[in-house]
């Protein structure tokens, strides 16, 4: 097994733990943080309880975080996930994603008789709340986020009549609004910080009186992995960013660290898609991991760098994580009654 250390040992040595060649001045750097968010680790905490308590089948809608083999563990326990609620019987038990949803969607549960729980990240439920905020005070509402991402609908669909998506820069001259003295700016929860900023700059040049929110909407778990990957990717040849293809916040890290000034990123679900051809000449990795990424496939990774020669990793710490989030109140107060 491969042990993470805080330091390599400054001592050269020519094998690694495997008892393999070492590759010649070589380093494998691994961001801390990394890994699940405390939203992440409640909305999957939550299906596992839930199944637990209720017994199977317990439905999801949508993917509960955007990670695969966190959606095939828990397909494995008996969790069904579901694009729409009328997939699921009436009378079932059903967990909201953590990326939020909309308010007819609660509407259309209430209607089947479904069973509810809310496993929405409590930071995403912040935005819908200002962005509920801002339309009653009749704003125009410029949501900066991605068509079609699931938190992106939950969002919109707070306040639909008041919200228009901006995908970036590139959009700001066709917004059309009501009262320009009277726009306010959201945000999806997992892009790139600087990516954001470069659209609410836009944003603001055309619309001086700009309102922010009352605090910034990038969660801190997208913002301390964004700049824990730009510390380690500066000098590096290679970095691999574990996570889905459908995961925003890994696939942002990507593209942070080749603004960093990586030679070369890639995004893998797992070490099997990692391509040998990749490591070619390659001394300096880094690797990181997207926000619903369980700890156990970053750690394949290494392993497979292991492997490979390369020695293992040195954690460099770029901010402290202790934030944990409460179960949904529906299922705490079901795990009582049972105790």
Known sequence: MLVIRAQLDSTIVTTTDLGLPRIADSSVLLAAPRGYCAGVDRAVVTVEKALDLYGAPVYVRKQIVHNKHVVSDLEARGAIFVEELDEVPEGETVVFSAHGVAPSVHAQAAERHLKTIDATCPLVTKVHHEAKRFAGQDYDILLIGHEGHEEVEGTAGEAPEHIQLVQGPEDVPGIVVRDPSKVAWLSQTTLSVDETMETVAAIRERFPELLDPPSDDICYATQNRQMAIKEIARDADLVIVVGSGNSSNSVRLVEVALEAGAKAAYRVDDASEIDEAWLDGVTKVSVTSGASV??????????????????????????????????????????????
Do not use: C, K, N
């Open 294 to 339: 369980p700890e156990a496939l970053v750690e394949g990774v290494l392993t497979f760098l292991a492997e490979r020669g390369y020695p293992d990793a040195e954690a460099v710490h770029s901010a402290e994580e202790s934030l944990i989030f409460a179960l949904p109140p529906e299922l705490r107060r079901d795990l009582r009654a049972r105790s």
